[in-house]
């Protein structure tokens, strides 16, 4: 059974910074894409950051600059650093995994960006 736990989220002032974390168990984690995406309330979820099974990165727009995606494959561990943090980037953090007909989804940690 695969499983995804994220873990790190929380309550952020602007311009603070958090490391979000990714447990994956029950698949070969060095095979699958990974990535963090968000859901705001009334938005639609989007793609935040993404790595391959290879390493290569990608980030949207809004983030680019700020966060920054890794994987730990030794751990089965993907991770998301977000800094320079915005009231904008309050949402709840979903990781997810990927290798072709397979989509796993975890179940999310909140980010609150607030003064």
């Known amino acids: 059974q695969v499983q995804l736990v994220e873990s790190g989220g929380g309550l952020v002032q602007p311009g603070g910074s958090l490391r979000l974390s990714c447990a994956a168990s029950?698949?070969?984690?060095?095979?699958?894409?990974m990535g963090w995406y968000r859901q705001a309330p009334g938005k639609e979820r989007e793609l935040v950051a993404a790595?391959?099974?290879?390493?290569?990165?990608s980030y949207a727009d809004s983030v680019e600059g700020r966060f920054t995606i890794s994987r730990d494959n030794a751990n089965n561990t993907v991770y998301l650093q977000v800094n320079t943090l915005k009231p904008e980037d309050t949402a709840v953090y979903l990781c997810?995994?990927?290798?072709?007909?397979?989509?796993?989804w975890g179940q999310g940690t909140q980010v609150t960006v607030s003064s």
């Open positions: 997810n995994a990927n290798l072709a007909w397979n989509d796993y």
């Open positions: 790595i391959t099974s290879g390493g290569s990165t």
């Open positions: 029950g698949l070969i984690f060095s095979m699958h894409n």
